[in-house]
């Protein structure tokens, strides 16, 4: 990576946003060596204990190199909300920080502020999680309101059925909650943070994904698939750990490895091409760190 670390203060907090495999981790972890900092992680299947390789946590021996906060310390069907990770991230500030991941909604939260929306009932969102397997994204979109809808992800179906348990928990559109929103924790209006937003070139950025895969498996995703098998629930969101549905799929005899090796890819591809895209939208003032090409 080609980056000049001297642009970089060594006191206010980094925060350092980018696609799956665009190289964060490392930049953060340079940062964090050269200033003493804490690595803090924003990437909301990281924070999963059940899931190393598959969801690119740290490894081991990075942990033990340099301090590191907010990594694999949930369970696999422990609610975790960008609420819970607000609060947590909150608590570390008091010392010196880089934040680094690739969920684009944390780093809105923590800069923009975040909706004091009360918690979905668990009757909520068992009928949420039924009416999409059964009735599909569209008829959950449909029902939203006009500046829910219009706001909302469409292509991403957590946040969809988010927005759809929000207005069936509270009768009141996520849009209208997000328009209440109290005081951001780190705002950058107000100059408290460097925001850097990782911006790579396409090609480079798929090619690194693949390389990445494949040695995932080489290390021993499969195996880690295996051994989250026994506890398989598509619904929960620590099942939305890229690759991981194509590898049990092919664990339970549904497609051969080579099959999975390949959806897995294409579903890593089409994942970062989401946060390209939430990225471009939402962190425009962000400093860009342009890689590959």
């Known amino acids: 990576m080609s980056f000049d670390l001297t642009t970089i203060s060594r006191e206010a907090p980094v925060l350092i946003a980018g696609p799956t495999a665009s190289g964060k981790s490392a930049l953060a972890m340079e940062l964090a060596a050269r ?55 909150t608590a570390l500030l008091d010392r010196p920080v880089v934040i680094v991941g690739g ?17 979905t009932p668990p009757a909520v969102r068992a009928l949420a999680d039924h009416r999409l397997a059964t009735e ?3 008829v959950l979109l449909a029902e939203l309101d006009p500046a829910t809808a219009a706001r909302v992800d469409r292509l991403n179906p957590a946040r969809v059925q988010r927005a759809w348990e929000v207005q069936a928990a509270t009768g009141r559109g996520l849009a209208a909650w997000q ?12 100059a408290q943070a460097q925001a850097l937003v990782i911006r790579p070139d396409v090609d480079w950025l798929n090619a690194r994904i693949d390389r990445r895969f494949d040695a995932m498996m080489a290390q021993g995703a499969l195996e880690e698939a ?37 959806a897995a890819k294409i579903a890593s591809r089409q994942y970062a091409k989401r946060q390209r895209t939430w990225f471009r939208s939402r962190m425009a003032g962000w400093r860009g760190v342009e890689l590959g090409g």
């Open 35 to 89: 200033d003493g900092r804490v690595v803090v992680n924003a990437d909301a299947l990281q924070v999963y204990d059940c899931w190393r390789l598959l969801t690119a946590r740290p490894s081991v021996q990075d942990e033990r190199a340099l301090p590191h906060a907010l990594y694999g310390h949930i369970g696999r069907d422990t609610p975790y909300s960008v609420g819970h990770w607000l609060r947590e991230v």
């Open 103 to 119: 969920t684009g909604l944390y780093f809105t939260a923590l800069t923009e502020g975040l909706a004091d929306i009360p918690p």
């Open 136 to 138: 599909g994204l569209a």
């Open 179 to 190: 328009d209440d929103t109290g005081e951001p924790a780190l705002p950058l209006s107000q």
């Open 226 to 262: 295996r051994a989250e098998l026994p506890f398989w629930n598509p619904t929960r969101p620590s099942a939305r750990a890229i690759g991981a549905p194509e590898l049990v799929a092919h664990l339970r005899g549904e497609m051969d490895l080579p099959q999975a090796v390949a």
